[in-house]
């Protein structure tokens, strides 16, 4: 196997032609991606709320359908990893850095700011955690699910690469090695680029935020850069080390640590108050799930806008983020079966999430509702630090919060460097250390040029471009799953039936 291909070489240098717009013309390449934005989301918004349920009602019925029982990996094969260190897995390259950054601020926001209904009440109250829970439970995790399992599937069980292009093959035959495949893995190349630094970006500001609470070090770009940089570092020598060691271990850490806060929150926090708030909130998420997943607001234009700004900005990040993250769910889930693989990945993650969100978000909405604190009033990257200033051992805890964002940040970039390193090189399984520094380089460059051009704004703009491509491919893909699927149970039942002959 050659140890790069061509796909790398144009992803390469695609990269450094945006990354040199970016530093020559900042607000051209601002004007560019918001403009190009607007364009979609307008034209093209209820692509991406109706793909979202797609995902999640074509997960359901593949996990309960006949099929459940195929197994990702020949019939012999065993799990590589133990269920909790895969779940630490998932959870550090699936949604590490953003639980820290939107742990408090989107409830906040959506409570101060709610997609309908009076602002700062009862109702904005429920209603924040609820929509919360939407952005970041079963719609994001049936997106990845059905990612992962197609290419576990097809790089475990039929022995082809570890591509985008390869799920393809059954729709496409032999074009999948040429033109058409190689485009599909440069857009899954670039939304994973655009996905991962949007995540750097808003780990640099987040962390820049934490040193500004815990030493009053100033917030701006200059030292968000320093912060890219060192981390840069840091992420691409774990990155070397490969998934059994580097990767493995950072995640366990990170688990831990987040284990540690999240106990430390509840049991410092209103605990009576937040359990009820998680028991009240999730159980009218349940009820609302269909409604809420295809809502949209066609005659209140403020409302809408709010949709588009929240909801469908997320599943465009979540569509975004799927090659990175389904490649890395595949790449440690070998000899899981198709019904374990989903429910695990839908209901696990998706209960643990909506549980961080209420303890999280409900702290900050009880500083801010019942004891008076203007939590509402701080910025997205700062409100989190705000609220440990009303908590006991609030210093300590923006401590352990600081190291936590910058594991997560590690684990996430490196996670990320080693999928691209298996997209540019034939989905090999251990990339050379030579393409996953190239890659962190880029993610690296890519985030500071998205955060010197625009910040989080910028951010969204690049994630709303690159999702579209994508999720048709991901539609294709999902057709192509289950005719595999079927073929693959036609000719089991022939067997079955032979047998049965000559016995």
């Known amino acids: 196997m050659k140890k790069t291909t061509s796909i790398f070489w144009i992803s390469i240098g695609i990269s450094l032609l945006f990354v040199t717009w970016g530093v020559a013309a900042p607000d051209h390449l601002m004007t560019v991606m918001t403009s190009a934005e607007s364009f979609l ?5 209820w692509f991406y709320q109706f793909s979202a349920t797609f995902f999640l009602i074509f997960a359901l019925c593949l996990a309960f359908s006949r099929f459940g029982n195929i197994k990702l990996g020949q019939p012999d094969d065993k799990p590589e990893f133990s269920t909790p260190t895969w779940f630490a897995m998932l959870f550090s390259a699936g949604m590490g850095i953003g639980l820290l950054f939107y742990g408090v601020s989107e409830p906040i926001s959506h409570y101060a700011s709610p997609p309908y209904g009076t602002s700062q009440s009862i109702e904005s109250a429920k209603i924040s955690l609820e929509h919360t829970y939407l952005h970041w439970g079963f719609h994001a995790w049936a ?38 495949g190689h485009a599909v893995d440069i857009i899954a190349v670039f939304a994973t680029v655009f996905g991962v630094a949007a995540s750097l970006g808003l780990g640099a500001s ?13 917030i701006s770009f200059n030292i968000q850069l320093v912060i890219i940089a060192f981390t840069t570092i840091l992420f691409i020598i774990s990155a070397g080390t490969g998934v059994s060691k580097g990767i493995k271990y950072l995640s366990n850490t990170n688990m831990a640590l987040a284990v540690i806060l999240f106990v430390s929150f509840l049991f410092l926090g209103p605990t009576q108050y ?26 209140d234009q403020e409302s809408n806008q709010w949709i588009k700004d929240w909801t469908i900005f997320y599943w465009a990040w979540w569509i975004s983020w799927t090659p990175f993250v389904g490649t890395f769910i595949a790449r440690v889930s070998k000899g899981r079966t198709v019904r374990e693989f989903i429910m695990a990945v839908l209901i696990v993650p998706t209960v643990v999430c909506s549980l961080w969100f209420a303890v999280f978000g409900g702290t900050g909405i009880y500083f801010d509702f019942v004891e008076g604190a203007n939590v509402a009033a701080q910025s997205i990257e700062t409100s989190l630090f705000f609220v440990y200033n009303h908590m006991p051992l609030g210093g300590m805890l923006s401590a352990v919060s600081v190291v936590l964002i910058l594991t997560f940040f590690v684990t996430s970039a490196d996670s990320a460097t080693f999928v691209l390193g298996m997209q540019t090189t034939n989905g090999s399984l251990n990339p050379p250390f030579f393409v996953t520094l190239s890659w962190g380089v880029v993610l690296a460059a890519i985030a500071s040029v998205l955060l010197a051009s625009g910040g989080l704004a910028g951010m969204q703009a690049a994630i709303i471009v690159s999702a ?13 799953l289950i005719k595999s699927f079927r073929q693959e149970r036609s000719l089991s039942n022939q067997k079955v039936q032979q047998h049965k002959k000559s016995a």
């Open 274 to 299: 937040l359990l009820e708030l998680f028991s009240t909130t999730f159980g009218s998420y349940l009820q609302n799930l269909p409604s809420m997943g295809l809502r949209f607001t066609p005659f």
């Open 143 to 180: 997106i990845y699910a059905v990612v992962a399992l197609a290419l576990a599937y097809y790089k475990f069980r039929k022995n082809m690469p570890g591509l985008m292009s390869a799920t393809l093959y059954p729709l496409i035959g032999n074009k999948a090695k040429g033109p058409i």
């Open 41 to 45: 989301l307008d034209r093209f918004g």
């Open 468 to 480: 579209l491509p994508l999720g048709i491919v991901l539609l294709f893909m999902s057709y192509a």
């Open 206 to 218: 987040q962390i820049n935020s934490g040193f500004h609470y815990l030493f009053g070090m100033p």
